[in-house]
């Protein structure tokens, strides 16, 4: 079995690697005694029982709902984070290091700063009443509670998102002393607080309202799916189905990553809950450490894509582009699953360079006993996934019925499994009641960065909206000097530096407002109209790379630890990974039938994916500089040729002067050069044994 399997590895390890974790995700606090030590777990159970409410029995406005969020979010943030994270050689400023108690100061600031969130709601009618007309009150208030919001985020998601923030609010201040190119006409701090603070146009905007409503409930049947045992279920599952091959860990890396980033909101934590199993299996038949860690990076990386949540971000998308939330999910379906089968090529092709072989079987657990066993933790996913395509209930309504279901789930599998061993019902139902709330503590924690980090990008967006887009938009015509393809690459950079410090939904939301609207209307000055969700889903995808890119990169840090590999090597090594990734947005803005816009007709769909199927392995061979065999020069080549064919046969046709050629022709020929360089790669193979 592969608990048999596995390499012993120091518990020093494991902790750096669950501690990454722990402080990206429930901070850094920890305490073991005392009234204390069940303050922060009470408000995240009493924050996920309000989300369940509001979601099916108690009804109430809009704004008053973003409020509560905000409020539980910033609370749990200022009571998990200390001021510092590491201890300090100054005795007073070591005060405000304690992990393992709470301070008087601490405890007036997390009072402070909720107050200051639930403000808008406590004062509703009278904020309503003044809308433009802000008082001195609404003022300080809304001032305390964008600085108090700021230094949350810091705590929770360290100093990349305030600094932005920061750079944003100065910037609609100081505007008009700006050089010509960057001048602002400026704000008012009237009218910056009532946009910000006052309104739903900035921190308790949509990104906040999507967040309240839905993003919160997907992450906690995230999280009700993993107390449950999902997560060992799916590892299990994919090492029994893949293990013997190849690479075969690798492979097994890569489909269980998968299926818990379908639910998981965090690469991070997907990292570390199937990493723990795979990093060794992967160094055991022969993988380097820093690339048995690289591929669980860039796999974890990826489940950020798949659907149904896709990093959390997928909701929001929906918003902003006022779609419907199935029309995102089949726009991001096919670069989504094309991108991770080319990532299990990749560990094949890994494996071919290395010489390595699989498990043998007999050390693997059988597939249909591993799956008869767990086929339970299949059905509320499939009965989300009835609820959301099949039924096209809304997204809340399809989670909240799917954790009911999951409920009633735990109930029935301890009760089994206590029938089954001939033990205690009783015992049985208290262990059921047990995980139920563990798994409500679970996902108040986890909410809490995501949270604090839609509401502080909602302090760019409420900037952004004061009059600052248009001068985004002409700096990024000036420095691209009018080249629509340099905009993008611009772009794409711009998403992977902001993030490297912001996780996946903050990240989205600044270049959503940022970015997106520049793409779209210089797309536009150049005679090419895109769709608003190929905009979006550009800078998703960039933003999801940048979770392996060096030097921050803390899916890579978390992967080191468990591998006992150089981090920066690791996050180098996944980003070559992720290339493949990095390709499909450029693609995708030109050749929107990759997101099955406009695309009807479900053959023409199939040969779509067929066809980036196809390209994503020449490109990963290419990237990799191995298919059969070694690539010569020519080779890399041919492949790039082979790219381009398949996925942007237009380009090809304009190329040779043919516009009316149909794109399956070019794809046909595209696939017939991939064979001929295969096989032009087995026969020199063979003539070098000779």
């Known amino acids: 079995m592969i608990k048999e399997l596995e390499i012993e590895q120091s518990d020093a390890d494991l902790e750096k690697a669950q501690q990454i974790v722990d402080e990206a995700e429930g901070g850094t606090r920890n305490i073991k005694s005392g009234w204390s030590m069940w303050l922060i777990p009470s408000i995240a159970v009493s924050w996920s029982i309000f989300q369940l409410l509001i979601s099916s029995f108690i009804l109430l406005e809009s704004t008053i709902v973003r409020a509560i969020h905000l409020a539980f979010a910033i609370c749990l943030v200022f009571l998990s984070h200390p001021l510092f994270k590491k201890q300090k050689k100054n005795r007073f400023l070591n005060y405000f290091a ?95 607080i009532g946009q910000i603070t006052l309104s739903t146009e900035g921190v308790f905007g949509v990104p906040l309202d999507v967040s309240a409503t839905i993003v919160f409930l997907f992450v906690l049947f995230g999280a009700m799916l993993d107390k449950a045992g999902a997560g060992k279920y799916f590892v299990d599952l994919a090492f029994s189905l893949l293990g013997g091959f190849k690479g075969g860990p690798a492979k097994a890396a890569v489909l269980a990553s998968g299926l818990t980033g379908m639910v998981s909101g965090s690469s991070i934590a997907n990292t570390v809950t199937t990493g723990t199993f795979t990093i060794p299996l992967m160094k055991s038949v022969g993988y380097p450490a820093h690339k048995a860690a690289a ?30 939330y199935v029309e995102v999910i089949r726009a991001a379906f096919i670069p989504a699953v094309v991108s991770y089968i080319a990532l299990m090529y990749i560990t094949h ?102 949270g604090v980090a839609v509401a502080s990008a909602g302090i760019i967006v409420g900037v952004v909206t004061l009059g600052l887009g248009g001068i985004i938009t002409e700096v990024i015509e000036v420095l691209s000097g009018g080249n629509f393809l340099l905009i993008l690459i611009i772009t794409a950079i711009a998403s992977l530096i902001l993030g490297m410090g ?174 001929f360089v295969y096989l032009n790669q087995r026969m020199r193979i063979k003539r070098v044994g000779a």
Request: aromatic letters at 12%; hydrophobic letters at 55%.
């Open 349 to 450: 092709l890994e494996a071919s360079k290395l010489g390595l072989k699989g498990i043998p079987r007999a050390d693997l657990p059988k597939f249909w006993p591993t799956f008869v066993a767990g086929m339970h933790f299949l059905i509320p996913l499939v009965f989300l996934i009835v609820e959301l395509v099949v039924f096209r209930h809304s997204p809340a309504l399809a989670a909240f019925r799917a954790i009911t279901a999951l409920t009633v789930l735990i109930f029935l599998q301890n009760l089994y499994k206590a029938h089954k061993k001939n033990q205690s019902y009783g015992k049985a139902l208290r262990h059921a009641l047990y995980q139920i709330v563990t798994s409500l503590e679970a996902g108040g924690k986890n909410m809490m960065g995501i």
């Open 295 to 324: 591929v669980e990076v860039a796999c974890s990386t990826n489940g950020q894509l798949m659907p149904p949540i896709m990093g959390a971000a997928a909701f929001i998308i929906a918003e902003y582009c006022n779609l419907e």
């Open 98 to 192: 304690n992990n393992d108690r709470y301070s008087a100061v601490d405890i007036i600031i997390t009072i402070a700063a909720t107050v200051l969130a639930l403000y808008i709601a406590i004062d509703y009618v009278g904020i309503s009443g003044r809308q433009g007309k802000p008082i001195f009150r609404d003022i300080l208030f809304g001032v305390m509670l964008v600085g108090l919001l700021l230094e949350a985020a810091r705590r929770s998601l360290g100093p990349a998102l305030p600094i932005v923030a920061i750079v944003f609010i100065l910037y609609s201040f100081f505007g008009p002393y700006m050089p010509s190119v960057l001048a602002f006409k400026g704000v008012s701090l009237k009218r910056f």
């Open 502 to 675: 912001l996780p996946t939904t903050a990240n989205y939301i600044v270049m959503a407002s940022l970015t997106a609207p520049v793409i779209l209307t210089l797309g536009e000055r150049n005679g090419i109209i895109i769709p608003l969700i190929a905009a979006h889903l550009f800078v998703f995808f960039f933003g999801i790379l940048a979770d392996d890119t060096p030097p921050v990169g803390l899916a890579a840090f978390a992967a080191a630890a468990i591998a006992k590999s150089d981090p920066i090597k690791t996050g180098i090594q996944g980003f070559t990974y992720d290339i493949r990734t990095a390709i499909l947005p450029f693609m995708f803005i030109f050749n929107t039938d990759l997101l099955l816009i406009g695309v009807d007709s479900v053959f023409y769909a199939i040969w779509i994916f067929i066809a980036a199927l196809f390209a994503m392995f020449a490109f990963a061979a290419l990237t990799q500089g191995f298919f059969a065999g070694k690539n010569k020069w020519y080779d890399a080549v041919l492949l790039a040729l082979v790219t381009l064919t398949l996925l942007r046969a237009d380009l090809f046709n304009s190329w040779l002067h043919m516009p009316n050629l149909p794109s399956y022709f070019v794809n046909i020929a595209g696939m017939s050069l991939m064979v």
